[in-house]
């Protein structure tokens, strides 16, 4: 039975993410979405981007971080530049734990990110979603880049979308919010009890703060089930 397990903020922490591929037992008939942020703070962040970009059944999307890395490369070529091995170079120097290992297909595949992704009862994004002034969902095609990957009024507890489609994101650790490290699902009012659908969510936090407190965790859409696991276990 194919299973869909969404993943944020991992932050270069590659030994982890492998471990939580087998806390779930993940396969190759499996389909993982992560929602940003697999670069930076962490030593291995480049081996985790090549990583997740060679998994066929791996979704990724741009995070702040991709997308500061993004940022420094388009402004590296609009000088259009006649050495591209000193351009890598530069460019690898972006990372200081692992850099040697960034190539030209992986460059050009954090080019390609997308800033969201949509399926039939829910919307992955890094930070935020764009609402009206009724608090309902607008359309995410609308939403600037800016607002997907940098929005930091979404994931207060406050924030309650009205309609639409479950939103899934990560960009703010949830010990921020609630003092520990954990996913916070948020649930419609109407949700049935025990809440094992994802339409009985509105929200889904999933920024367990990996580079803070050592912990990473992701969340099985198909029963609403968190799973963790912890740098120091």
């Not at 919307?123 to 929005?151: F, M, N, T, W």
């Not at 949700?191 to 920024?207: P, S, T």
């Amino acid at each position: 039975m194919r299973m869909t397990y969404c993943v944020s903020d991992i932050h270069g922490e590659y030994e982890l993410f492998l471990r939580l591929l087998n806390k779930i037992n993940f396969s190759d008939s499996d389909r993982l979405i992560v929602c940003g942020d697999i670069i930076d703070k962490g030593k291995d962040s480049v081996k985790l981007a090549k990583y997740i970009f060679g998994m066929p059944n791996a979704e990724c999307i741009a995070g702040n971080h991709e997308y500061e890395f993004l940022k420094l490369y388009w402004s590296l070529m609009k000088q259009s530049p006649n050495d591209f091995d000193a351009l890598l170079k530069r460019l690898q120097n972006y990372f200081p734990y692992d850099g040697n290992l960034l190539d030209w297909d992986t460059v050009d595949a954090f080019d390609a990110l997308p800033y969201y992704i949509k399926d039939e009862n829910f919307i992955c994004v890094h930070a935020g979603v764009p609402l009206d002034s009724e608090s309902k969902l607008l359309s995410v095609e609308k939403a600037s880049r800016e607002q997907l990957v940098y929005d930091r009024v979404f994931k207060d507890e406050s924030v309650a979308p009205i309609g639409g489609k479950c939103v899934l994101f990560g960009h703010t650790p949830t010990s921020y919010i609630c003092g520990e490290s954990r996913i916070l699902a948020y649930k419609r009012e109407a949700a049935a009890f025990g809440g094992r659908n994802i339409k009985d969510y509105y929200k889904i936090h999933l920024d367990t703060g990996t580079w803070l407190d050592g912990v990473l965790g992701c969340f099985r859409i198909d029963d609403c089930r968190a799973f963790y696991v912890n740098k120091e276990s």
